[in-house]
């Protein structure tokens, strides 16, 4: 058997420790999307059209810096030697974030085609209410990766937090589409209430995500019995 001082057990240590590295640059590069889809949907809603058009290109910027650094660690995965297993995990994990970024820029370009002036005040504060949890949730996240790290058994119960406000989530979407459907039989424009109503979709969807991903990272827990 091999030594722990072995040359290729410390270079395989080595790249894991780079991955890893990698992948927290991903999830972070995740979640200041996520701060800054909260910015922009404050700044519509409160009428800030200039502010929430840039808010706009800086989160698309942002999503597109999350994806180069998902490519290069695929592209790193492709070239390691660590464990078949543990490349999946790690793929899984990057691919099921990177997902919470892709349905919050495409709720943003959906949004910056409806007029803010148009959308009733019920619906701008439901929205406000809705990025609101998503926060809530993407804390709740961040307090399951922090677990993991720990090594403190706790991953498991950070995990079902999410969960909870992801139901959460679920549910006020739902009260949300009503009021939308109800706006959409008097609305002015047509595109206003269809895509605030898909944005609103992609704000669940976004969530889903979250939840997904705290899931993956239990299930990385339970492998490695740190659930």
Known sequence: ???????????????????????????????SIVNRFKQFVDAYCDGNVEAAKQTAIEITTLEREADEIKESII????????????????IRLILT???????????????????????????????????????????????????????KGEVTAKAEITERIEEKIDDMRVDLLAKILDWGDVAEHVRDFVMVKEAVENIESA????????????????????K
């Open 1 to 31: 058997m091999l030594g722990a001082g072995h040359i290729g057990i410390w270079m395989g240590r080595r790249e894991e420790k780079a991955v890893i590295s990698a992948c927290k640059r991903h999830i972070e590069k995740i979640f």
């Open 75 to 90: 592209d790193e995965l492709m070239e390691s030697s660590l464990h078949p297993m543990d490349q999946d995990e790690i």
């Open 97 to 151: 974030a990177d997902d919470i970024a892709a349905h919050l820029k495409s709720a943003t370009r959906k949004m910056t085609y409806a007029h803010t002036s148009d959308v009733p005040e019920p619906i701008k504060n439901g929205l406000k209410d809705m990025v609101n949890s998503l926060i809530d949730e993407m804390v709740a996240l961040i307090q399951t990766i922090k677990a993991l790290e720990k090594n």
């Open 207 to 226: 969530s889903d995500k979250m939840e997904d991903t705290a899931d993956v990272l239990r299930a990385i827990a339970i492998l490695r019995g740190k």
